[in-house]
């Protein structure tokens, strides 16, 4: 198992670009999520899924969209990028199933953005 | 107000010491639950221990155990025996239910750094 997987990397944009940040999973996880990280703040959620075509707002919406179209794939997308939106993204996964730790989250690596 | 409270931005320990993460929390949700995570300076998120609020003892995980005092709203880390690898970051972090699934919720974190 890949687990949770970002692409890409790092990305530089220039204001008003747009990009896709990639999230995948093969774990069959129903919940997967987004996150920014920024210093001193810890992180805060952006968008989360708990399944294919079912999408809700987290913490830090704006700015950013999101869709599910596939239970393996959650993509993020900034419609045009500001440079408060320079910050580490983390895309993670969990099942919803209850009880207990199976809510633990799964995060990717992460992609670090800076935008100019 | 905040949903996790981490008061402790930097703390120092001596190795082969236990050392405690403080977190505190709050929520209406009855069936909540508690993480911690570690982030080593190579940035990815580790999970380390989790707290369901139903669960009547505290969680233990080898030398991680969650001390969970549900009436003060508190659920801090205690790391025993540290060793170097234990100097990173903890997050602590909350999971409430919505009406569209789970809500996840960090504080901002505590700077650990073990002493030789």
């Known amino acids: 198992n890949a687990g949770v997987t970002q692409t890409p990397k790092f990305q530089v944009l220039k204001t008003g670009q747009s990009m896709t940040l990639q999230c995948a999973q093969d774990?069959?996880?129903?919940?997967m999520s987004w996150y920014r990280q920024d210093p001193g703040m810890g992180l805060r959620l952006i968008h989360y899924?708990?399944?294919?075509?079912?999408?809700d707002q987290g913490e830090v919406p704006n700015g950013y969209n999101v869709s599910r179209s596939t239970t393996e794939d959650f993509p993020l997308r900034l419609l045009s990028a500001a440079p408060s939106q320079t910050s580490v993204y983390f895309c993670?996964?969990?099942?919803?199933?209850?009880?207990?730790?199976?809510?633990?989250?799964?995060f990717g690596p992460g992609t670090r953005l800076t935008v100019t | 107000a905040q949903k996790i409270t981490q008061t402790q931005p930097g703390m120092f320990v001596q190795g082969k010491e236990a050392v405690t993460l403080d977190c505190t929390y709050d929520?209406?949700?009855?069936?909540?639950?508690l993480f911690w995570y570690k982030q080593p300076s190579s940035g990815e998120m580790i999970f380390l221990i989790y707290?369901?609020?139903?669960?009547?003892q505290n969680a233990t995980e080898g030398r991680y155990s969650l001390n969970f005092q549900k009436a003060r709203k508190s659920a801090n880390l205690v790391i025993s025996a540290s060793q170097l690898g234990d100097s990173a970051m903890y997050f602590c972090?909350?999971?409430?239910?919505?009406?569209?699934?789970?809500?996840?919720?960090f504080g901002t974190g505590t700077s650990l750094t073990v002493i030789p």
């Open positions: 993670a996964s969990s099942s919803v199933e209850e009880p207990g730790p199976t809510y633990e989250q799964y």
């Open positions: 972090a909350m999971r409430e239910k919505t009406n569209t699934g789970n809500q996840f919720y």
């Open positions: 929520t209406s949700d009855p069936s909540y639950g």
């Open positions: 899924s708990v399944g294919a075509g079912i999408t």
């Open positions: 774990m069959n996880h129903e919940y």
């Open positions: 707290q369901g609020s139903y669960d009547q």
